[in-house]
């Protein structure tokens, strides 16, 4: 069974500028998180999509966006980069939502905002 | 107070010792637990899951629960400079949706 993919897998941007990453499921998983990884602030939650519905989501600015489509891929959207969104965009997938999945990641997509 | 906390590290061992990997949480009502590893240049990759108190091994790897005192840890027996990453500690809190909080991880050293 193949894994969860993200593209792109790099990135460089330019502050007030926006992108659009992508990510794509474990075949049969519905339910897909973002996290956005830095070094100082390790692993922070940005959102969770289940059904095409945002179930939950991060302390993170409006700038920062997401959409789940019927077939359980995700897209997030950064608008407005700032400098300080440079970083790891991780997606992972679970079959479900809710606390006794296991989140399965994707291998990043490195964004650097200049 | 973090709502998962960990030891950055780095922690030493020899190679063949057991390393101990700890985590503390301060959510109570948190049900499910996660070991994962991350290689450098590497996105997390899942170790272990717990979801009640006590030990669960898998291979060299034993998680530990205690929900009492909202405490996790992940031994590793045997360690192999293989073993050499970081591991991060996550905790789901209750509820019908995912809230995973990573821990800031801990760098583990395994030395030939």
């Known amino acids: 069974k193949a894994g969860v993919t993200q593209t792109p897998r790099y990135l460089i941007k330019t502050r007030g500028q926006q992108v659009t990453l992508s990510c794509s499921p474990i075949?049969?998983?519905?339910?897909v998180s973002w996290y956005q990884q830095t070094p100082g602030q390790g692993l922070q939650f940005l959102f969770e999509y289940f059904s095409e519905t945002q179930r939950n989501k991060g302390n993170f600015p409006g700038r920062f966006s997401g959409r789940q489509f019927s077939n359980s891929r995700s897209e997030m959207n950064v608008s407005t980069l700032e400098l300080g969104d440079s970083a790891l965009y991780l997606c992972?997938?679970?079959?479900?939502?809710?606390?006794?999945?296991?989140?399965?990641f994707g291998p990043g997509t490195r964004l650097t905002v200049l | 107070q973090k709502e998962v906390e960990q030891n950055s590290g780095p922690l030493s061992v020899p190679e063949g010792a057991i390393a101990s990997l700890n985590c503390t949480y301060s959510d109570r009502v948190s049900q499910s637990f996660f070991w994962y590893r991350q290689y450098s240049g590497k996105s997390p990759e899942l170790i272990m899951s717990i979801y009640s108190n006590g030990d669960k091994e898998d291979g060299r790897f034993t998680a530990q629960l205690n929900k009492a005192s909202q405490y996790v840890s992940l031994l590793i027996r045997d360690s192999q400079p293989s073993d050499s990453a970081t591991y991060l500690c996550?905790?789901?809190?209750?509820?019908?949706?995912?809230?995973?909080?990573f821990g800031i991880g801990t760098k583990l050293q395994v030395i030939p």
């Open positions: 075949s049969g998983h519905r339910s």
């Open positions: 996550a905790v789901n809190r209750a509820g019908g949706y995912q809230k995973v909080t």
């Open positions: 992972a997938s679970s079959l479900g939502s809710g606390s006794y999945n296991e989140q399965f």
